[in-house]
Structures are given as C-alpha cells and as structure tokens.
C-alpha cells in the first residue's frame, strides 16, 4: 500500500487547510487510517483516527478543530482555527488493526509527509 499525503501550506493563524492522503496498490484489505504530525525537533505525535466503522478519535489539542474523514480510499483532514501550534509535517498512516490507533506501531504503512506551517 502505497499513502501520498497532500495540502499542506502555509496560512495565517486562524485559517483553514485540508489534508488529503490517497492510498494505492493493495487497497483491497480495508485499513483503519490516522494522521500523526511531527514539529521540529519533536517526536511524532497522534492527531486523529478513523476506523472502518467510520468511529473517530482526536488528540485533545485539536479536537472540535479538526475533522477526519474518509472516501473509499482518500483519507482527508479538515484542520479549522489553526494555531502557530499546530505547525508540523503531518503524515497519514494506514493500520491493520482495529485498536490502539493512538499509537504509531499500530501502523503497516506511512506516507511521505505534506508540511503545515501556521504564522501568527
């Protein structure tokens, strides 16, 4: 399986960007899906999930403020008032698992990476 992350950019705090992350090659298993995001000199840390029933989890930092989602095999996320926080590359990741999707071992496969940059 193969993830392609997209539309990250740069925009002002309070401003709005989705993320996209389309899946190819084997997508005939079905995948829980989640995006995690790194800031510099950070670890990588979870922002959301979505399992194939559709149930949603969030980080605390951007719940109410973000929004996955998914549409046969593209995943999105929908980050509305964002922060200078909320600066980092952000990484969609696909999971065989149904559990523990906070963690990134629960992960089979990462995309590259699209970067998100918020001014203040």
């Known amino acids: 399986v193969q993830l392609q992350a997209s539309g990250g950019g740069l925009v002002q705090a309070g401003g709005s960007l989705r993320l996209s992350c389309a899946a190819s090659?084997?997508?005939?298993?079905?995948?829980?899906m989640g995006w995690f995001r790194q800031a510099p000199g950070k670890e990588r840390d979870f922002v959301a999930f979505?399992?194939?029933?559709?149930l949603t989890y969030y980080a605390s930092s951007v719940e109410g403020r973000f929004t996955i989602s998914r549409d046969k095999n593209t995943v999105y996320l929908q980050m509305n008032s964002l922060k200078p926080e909320d600066t980092a590359v952000y990484y969609c990741?696909?999971?065989?698992?149904?559990?523990?999707?906070?963690?990134?071992?629960?992960?089979?496969?990462w995309g590259q990476g699209t970067e998100v940059t918020v001014s203040s």
């Open positions: 990741a696909a999971s065989s698992k149904e559990y523990s999707l906070r963690w990134s071992r629960q992960y089979d496969y």
């Open positions: 090659g084997r997508t005939d298993n079905s995948y829980a």
């Open positions: 979505i399992t194939l029933s559709g």
